[in-house]
């Protein structure tokens, strides 16, 4: 099918003024045909070419030209009754001067205002044929190959997105009706369109619409009512997509673009979360903010919601060139003072560099090496980056009096399986100790807390992005055992509640923060092959592949012998784990430090096992250290 393009202003502009030539035209033999005599002041010509003037001048302002017209709108009409009744009341004006001034009027009033209504409605007409012409030009071709398609919901935003999916071009789907969760608009239609009543089977009313794929309009019902929806959608095989609120109903083009799959994170069952944004502006605005691992996508997320809270300058403190590039080429419109630094945090002489040029006044340590098997293979790096790496910017913090120091931490560091994990309870411990042993020396000036959460959607290594490539390729999917849950959040959530959480603390906390609950591995593989149009086990087969080294069947949040006191925040809670001698933790530190430099794993591991005694690895060579 031909795709033609957009008229040139210039030629819309021409148009008009021969509408408006022509509905002069119309006035003047209808006038005639009234037996009504025009004024002899000024002959036809001349009052042609003074009302084409005049309405030539508010085409101008009001930019009447300036509109696509196969997509015009109700705002493209309420301009064109503007700039006509703009130029009816200019001519009605000078007709009134020239009679005062001259004695004799120049245009008969009736042929004014028939001008106006003539002008005005020619004009809006030839905009709506344009349109309907176009319409159906577009509904003639490739009918075929067109998704026929239900919209739920018949708000505004609704009736906006419906706008956008008949105007957009190339055309992905046919519009053939509406589905609402209320009683009251089912004898009504929406642009000649049924609606149906969801008082039965979703699969029942796409059946009698010959449609397979629904898109959900946003701000229709309830998160949990949303979720309902969803699961009888992917029982049912039907294809799911979502769109954004829209806040530009003019701007059809993009409302179209950001129609999109229903991807897993928006089925997790979270209510909005609401930030103490008073307190956070307080604690952050004009300070000096370091973040490590900035490039990393909790880093990264970080950077951007913190951006909002108007800290004077940010450092984005990482190893990985490339990411801590792109993301400084994503932070150039931003009016503040973006900082990038290479440099890796088991280097502490690199990092008092920065610490001396930039005085950071805040910091958020989300630098770490997070991969379970990785680490498992490699425990002498863990313990680099991990321990070392936070001990480094701890003492740091301390030397440079830093106001706030926040460790980013993982749920495998409760009971640890795995050497990931132990490295970082270790961190913890370090950080807890030191924060406490400063309040007894009376030497504090820094306050030191720790976040800890589980696994979040869409992060680096995480399943999500692991099990949409698998499903991009065919699959199968990979999941190491049946019965393997975790607990989930998004990114943004785990971010936003890292700051809340970073800006309450009082000093030695450590947060863990509402997960929700559980989601089952398997089950989650089900819902992303449904979400991508395939049938589980039949199209895209799951496979089991067994459990990794150090890895658990069910991450906990909590020690057994931790106990939680609540916040003023009901998704954080603080958890109240066991402290140590800050002494006698910093002599075994510096000696899990030496093991690690000779590289003796085995030493290393029962070093850390000493360290930790709930640390029991699981499916690992390090199992026999366990006694």
């Known amino acids: 099918m031909l795709h033609f393009g957009y008229l040139p202003r210039w030629i819309i502009f021409s148009i008009d003024i021969f509408i408006v030539i022509f509905a002069n035209v119309v006035t003047y033999f209808l006038i005639s045909l009234l037996t009504f005599k025009y004024y002899y002041t000024l002959d036809l010509t001349s009052?042609?070419?003074?009302?084409?003037?005049?309405?030539?001048?508010?085409?101008?302002?009001?930019?009447?030209?300036?509109?696509?017209?196969?997509?015009?709108?109700?705002?493209?009409?309420?301009?064109?009754?503007?700039?006509?009744?703009?130029?009816f009341l200019a001519l009605s004006a000078l007709n009134y001067i020239h009679f005062y001034k001259?004695?004799?009027k120049i245009f008969l009033m009736p042929a004014l205002l028939l001008t106006f209504l003539f002008s005005f409605i020619f004009l809006l007409f030839f905009r709506i044929v344009v349109k309907?012409?176009?319409?159906?030009?577009?509904?003639?071709?490739?009918?075929?190959?067109?998704?026929?398609?239900?919209?739920y919901g018949t708000d505004s935003n609704a009736i906006s997105l419906a706008n956008a999916i008949n105007a957009e071009y190339p055309k992905r789907y046919k519009l053939v009706g509406f589905a609402d969760n209320s009683k009251k608009n089912v004898t009504k239609q929406i642009l000649g369109l049924p609606i149906y009543y969801h008082n039965k089977n979703i699969k029942t009313i796409l059946s009698d619409l010959n449609a397979k794929v629904l898109i959900i309009s946003n701000n229709v019902f309830s998160k949990s009512e949303q979720l309902v929806l969803?699961?009888?959608?992917?029982?049912?095989?039907?294809?799911?997509?979502?769109?954004?609120?829209?806040?530009?109903?003019?701007?059809?083009?993009n409302i179209s673009k950001k129609i999109k799959s229903f991807e897993i994170q928006d089925l997790l069952n979270r209510d909005e979360i609401v930030l103490d944004t008073i307190n956070i502006s307080n604690k952050v605005s004009n300070k000096v903010v370091l973040i490590t691992g900035a490039a990393g996508s909790i880093g990264s997320e970080i950077v951007r919601q913190i951006i909002y809270f108007s800290p004077s300058k940010i450092i984005l403190l990482d190893q990985a060139e490339t990411p801590l590039h792109q993301l400084s080429l994503e932070l150039n419109q931003v009016y503040l003072e973006i900082i990038p630094v290479i440099a890796d945090v088991r280097n502490k002489e690199q990092l008092d560099v920065v610490f001396q040029e930039y005085n950071p006044e805040f910091v958020f340590h989300a630098a770490a090496y997070k991969?379970?098997?990785?680490?498992?293979?490699?425990?002498?790096?863990?313990?680099?980056?991990?321990?070392?790496?936070?001990?480094?910017?701890?003492?740091?913090?301390?030397?440079?009096k830093v106001e706030r120091f926040v460790l980013i931490s993982t749920d495998k560091?409760?009971?640890?399986?795995?050497?990931?994990?132990?490295?970082?309870?270790?961190?913890?411990?370090y950080v807890q100790s030191l924060s406490i042993y400063l309040d007894q020396m009376g030497e504090s000036s820094t306050k030191f807390i720790t976040t800890r959460f589980g696994n979040v959607l869409g992060s680096n290594g995480s399943v999500v992005p692991l099990f949409t490539k698998q499903i991009n390729a065919g699959g199968p999917i990979t999941i190491t055992h049946p019965d393997i849950i975790r607990y989930f959040m998004t990114i943004p959530e785990a971010c936003q509640l890292v700051l809340e959480a970073g800006t309450m603390g009082n000093?030695?906390?450590?947060?863990?923060?509402?997960?929700?609950?559980?989601?089952?591995?398997?089950?989650?593989?089900?819902?992303?092959?449904?979400?991508?149009?395939?049938?589980?086990?039949?199209?895209?087969?799951?496979?089991?592949?067994?459990?990794?080294?150090?890895e658990k069947l069910y991450e906990e949040l909590l020690t057994d012998a931790s106990t939680t006191l609540p916040t003023y925040h009901q998704k954080i809670m603080i958890a109240k784990d066991s402290s140590e001698n800050y002494i006698s933790l910093n002599e075994?530190?510096?000696?899990?430090?030496?093991?690690?430099?000779?590289?003796?794993?085995d030493a290393l591991v029962i070093k850390m096992k000493q360290i930790v005694p709930e640390f029991v690895s699981l499916n690992s060579k390090f199992e026999k250290f366990d006694n």
């Open 47 to 87: 009052r042609t070419i003074i009302i084409l003037a005049t309405q030539s001048f508010f085409f101008f302002v009001f930019k009447t030209y300036a509109g696509i017209i196969r997509h015009s709108t109700l705002n493209d009409g309420y301009n064109l009754f503007k700039s006509t009744f703009s130029s």
């Open 413 to 429: 560091a409760v009971n640890p399986s795995n050497i990931m994990g132990a490295s970082k309870r270790i961190a913890e411990k």
């Open 132 to 151: 309907v012409v176009y319409q159906v030009y577009l509904d003639a071709g490739n009918q075929n190959n067109l998704e026929n398609i239900v919209i």
């Open 230 to 253: 969803v699961d009888e959608c992917l029982e049912n095989n039907i294809k799911l997509l979502t769109v954004p609120v829209i806040a530009d109903w003019n701007s059809q083009k």
């Open 588 to 601: 075994d530190i510096l000696e899990l430090i030496d093991l690690s430099k000779e590289n003796n794993s």
């Open 102 to 104: 001259a004695g004799a």
């Open 371 to 400: 991969h379970v098997p990785l680490m498992e293979k490699n425990p002498n790096q863990a313990i680099f980056t991990n321990v070392l790496g936070t001990k480094n910017l701890a003492d740091l913090a301390v030397k440079y």
């Open 507 to 550: 000093g030695s906390e450590i947060f863990i923060f509402d997960m929700g609950d559980p989601v089952k591995i398997i089950d989650l593989a089900h819902k992303m092959i449904k979400l991508a149009g395939f049938i589980p086990e039949v199209e895209i087969k799951i496979k089991v592949v067994g459990l990794r080294p150090g």
